[in-house]
């Protein structure tokens, strides 16, 4: 198996989309294919975003897997703590008042009337 990443964003928020394939591409040659489908897909598809879409027609034409939470098959929370330690739910639908949101991370600096 042969792991290959597309990421999307900047230097502060980015995301990423991992994908498997069983027989080895060169770099070189995977970033032509991805360029190609970008060029020809990036004002007109229906996923969240672009790498989404992206992978989505490697998979489909190019024997890519996307490895994407709809692809689990068991999530465990780990922990040196035993009560954190647990199976954790990868149903969406097993908790309809669970956050239904993408996470983001920002770095505030200190000071300036901010509280710390």
Do not use: C, W
């Not at 591409?25 to 229906?46: G, K, P, S, Y």
């Amino acid at each position: 198996m042969f792991f290959y990443e597309l990421r999307e964003g900047d230097d502060d928020i980015f995301a990423d989309v991992l994908l498997v394939r069983e027989e080895e591409m060169d770099a070189d040659e995977f970033f032509e294919l991805v360029q190609e489908i970008r060029h020809r897909i990036q004002d007109n598809f229906t996923q969240d975003t672009l790498i989404e879409a992206i992978a989505e027609e490697l998979e489909r034409d190019h024997a890519f897997i996307p490895i994407s939470d709809d692809r689990l098959s068991a999530s465990v929370n780990v922990s040196k703590l035993d009560d954190d330690n647990y199976l954790a739910s990868i149903d969406s639908d097993d908790d309809p008042d669970g956050p239904d949101y993408r996470g983001i991370f920002v770095d505030l600096p200190r000071g300036d009337g901010r509280p710390n």
